[in-house]
C-alpha cells in the first residue's frame, strides 16, 4: 500500500479513514461521566487491517 500510484478514490478513503481514528472528545468523556472513553472505530496503524 506504499506504492506511489494510489487511485484517487483509495486516497479519499485512507484519508476519510485517518481523519475518524481520533479520541473521543475530552467533553462527552465528562458529559457521560466517563462511561463514554472509548471510540468503537478506533484502530492502530500497525495492528490490524482495515475494514473494506
Known amino acids: 500500500m506504499a506504492n506511489r500510484r494510489k487511485s484517487l478514490a483509495r486516497k479519499i478513503r485512507l484519508f476519510r479513514v485517518v481523519n475518524t481514528n481520533r479520541r473521543v472528545p475530552a467533553w462527552v468523556i465528562q458529559r457521560t461521566n466517563r ?17 473494506r
Open 35 to 51: 462511561s463514554v472513553t472509548r471510540h468503537p472505530k478506533r484502530h492502530n496503524w500497525h495492528r490490524g487491517h482495515l475494514h
